[in-house]
């Protein structure tokens, strides 16, 4: 068994020893020789910086070797020779032997073609374009049809790039490819021109093979063409079947052009976007609408990504909300199916409705789209995408009316005792805070409401009137406290007895709220109902009973009776006065 093995291992060695091969000697690439308004000689040896190189063949012993550009469509070569031995002969003799099973064309016995020539057999063409080459051999110079090809790699280069726009059709199975752009290196830079030039691109003498292959070698092709014509697009068959396009499986495939491969995928290619994040901010207790779309974007012109295929299959979406400032604790994770088919280079739209009941930061939303992995993708790495929104805190008031926590009073006209204590959504309590308590169109002792015409012209009138505006200012205590007298006045003519007067309609409602800034001048802001404001209304229960309650002791009881029975005297004295 061990001779055996032994035996195995020597003849693998033998074999890779000896294993197929070719390069060119001298230098392994070669400049384009032209310039971007003169194409010069092309890619021929010997001129302009390059090197007058030979070719050397491994593997094979004795043989008549030239350069072209090959694929390999099923079983049929694809080729154009643009190398040759002399005018009259299209492959050079490698008879030198260089050790390790190699023989060479020593240089000067090669000529990498500047020109069409005919007397050989086959005829050589214009070596005009980039490619990494395949080298044909044979066992004579001129063998008409050539069937043999060793791909060189990176060993015999023609330097610069050919790069297609291509698109992939998932009804036929076909690869449109638009005009390639080709680049051309020189000794001193690259330039570029369209595949389609007249002086530098494709013609009768200047050929280009371009294939689709499942390899970079271009040896493995299921369909392509040897251009000879500036006619684009052409279209290749891709070699897949129906039943291999579908959302369950991808398959990598290559633009081979003159043995520069450019890959591209046909597949499905999900992807997150985000549309709106509304509103940012968002307050606490607001609901926060995250609105974003599932892609499968066709990742043109290239299509590296694919997005070329239609996804049916149900998938799941996951989307995490956490708080960044908080050592990431999650608020929220949801996942939920996505039923809707996702056509190629379309997209469905979902969104989600989080109420904001959390502290105030900032935090993180991230989305991640076929999360369980039940779709078989071009590019797994773009499932995902974050984004950032502030969540700010409320004022959250707490109002005791006569020792109740409510926010109205029962009755107008009659004093209460008023507490507040002012805190945060984040349960922080707001000293120090500038409190504004404002009544609109209540009894106002300094202009009492009235309405009356008010001339626009000569000739026209409208109706306007007083609108009343009592303010009182205070500062809450160093925990945020505050305690006081205060009468909830409401006007009678705002009764329903009185609506003949259209008090409402000139002056607008009554009303109490409260207003103000904390100590770092910042508003109040509220969340009622779900909307934004920085008002937090106050209600009278009973707005036209003023039957007063029995006697109590009032918030600051010696300032506020003198005050009232002050008011009180005046009027009385004004009114018997008066009437």
């Not at 090197?51 to 080729?79: E, R």
């Not at 597949?267 to 509103?279: C, E, H, R, T, V």
């Not at 103000?516 to 009973?545: A, C, H, I, R, W």
Request: charged fraction near 15%.
């Amino acid at each position: 068994m061990k001779h055996i093995t032994m035996l195995v291992l020597a003849v693998l060695c033998i074999h890779l020893a000896f294993a197929e091969s070719a390069s060119l000697t001298e230098s392994t690439s070669l400049y384009f020789t032209g310039t971007s308004s003169d194409p010069g000689t092309l890619y021929q040896d010997a001129v302009d910086g390059n090197n007058d190189v030979g070719l050397s063949i491994c593997g094979l012993g004795t043989q008549y070797v030239g350069l072209t550009y090959a694929i390999k469509v099923d079983d049929s070569w694809l080729y154009s020779l643009v190398s040759y031995s002399s005018n009259n002969l299209a492959l050079a003799y490698a008879e030198t032997d260089i050790g390790s099973n190699c023989y060479a064309v020593i240089p000067g016995y090669l000529t990498v073609s500047p020109s069409k020539l005919t007397t050989p057999d086959p005829d050589v063409y214009k070596a005009a374009f980039p490619g990494k080459m395949y080298v044909a051999y044979s066992l004579s110079a001129n063998p008409g049809d050539l069937t043999n090809f060793v791909f060189t790699g990176q060993n015999a280069t023609l330097l610069g790039d050919i790069l297609s726009e291509r698109m992939f059709d998932q009804e036929d199975r076909t690869v449109t490819i638009s005009t390639p752009e080709v680049s051309y290196q020189t000794s001193s830079g690259i330039f570029s021109k369209d595949a389609d030039n007249t002086e530098y691109g494709i013609s009768a003498d200047k050929q280009m093979v371009i294939g689709i292959c499942s390899d970079e070698e271009g040896a493995d092709c299921s369909d392509g063409v040897l251009k000879t014509d500036t006619i684009f697009p052409i279209f290749l068959s891709s070699g897949l079947s129906a039943a291999q396009i579908n959302d369950q499986m991808t398959h990598t495939k290559y633009v081979v052009s003159n043995g520069i491969a450019s890959p591209f995928c046909v597949g499905a290619n999900l992807k997150p976007q985000f549309d709106a994040i509304s509103p940012n901010p968002v307050y606490y207790s607001q609901n926060l609408y995250i609105n974003f779309s599932v892609l499968n974007p066709l990742d043109e012109p290239y299509e590296t990504k694919g997005g070329n295929v239609d996804v049916s299959t149900n998938f799941r979406v996951l989307v995490n909300i956490t708080n960044s400032s908080q050592n990431g604790s999650s608020v929220y994770d949801g996942e939920f199916t996505i039923n809707d088919d996702v056509i190629s280079d379309g997209y469905v739209q979902k969104a989600i409705e989080w109420p904001a009941y959390a502290r105030s930061g900032t935090y993180n939303i991230r989305i991640t789209v076929d999360s369980r992995s039940n779709i078989a993708e071009c590019d797994e790495t773009d499932n995902t995408i974050t984004t950032t929104f502030q969540l700010l805190p409320i004022t959250t008031p707490h109002i005791y009316i006569d020792g109740e926590e409510t926010s109205s009073f029962p009755k107008a006209n009659i004093p209460y005792n008023v507490s507040l204590f002012l805190e945060n959504s984040d349960n922080i309590t707001l000293p120090q805070a500038q409190v504004n308590l404002v009544e609109i169109n209540g009894l106002s002792l300094t202009a009492p409401s009235q309405i009356y015409n008010r001339s626009t012209s000569n000739t026209t009138y409208i109706k306007d009137g007083i609108i009343t505006e009592n303010r009182i200012r205070f500062t809450t205590d160093y925990q945020g406290q505050n305690s006081f007298t205060y009468i909830p006045t409401v006007n009678k003519l705002y009764a329903p007895e009185y609506d003949y007067l259209e008090y409402i309609d000139y002056l607008g409602n009554f009303s109490h709220y409260i207003e103000g800034e904390d100590q770092y001048n910042e508003s109040f802001m509220f969340v009622v109902g779900g909307t934004l404001t920085d008002k937090y209304y106050l209600g009278v229960s009973e707005p036209f009973n003023s039957q007063a309650e029995d006697r109590k002791i009032l918030q600051h009881e010696s300032a506020v009776s003198q005050v009232l029975d002050y008011i009180y005297r005046s009027l009385v004295n004004y009114w018997e006065t008066t009437y």
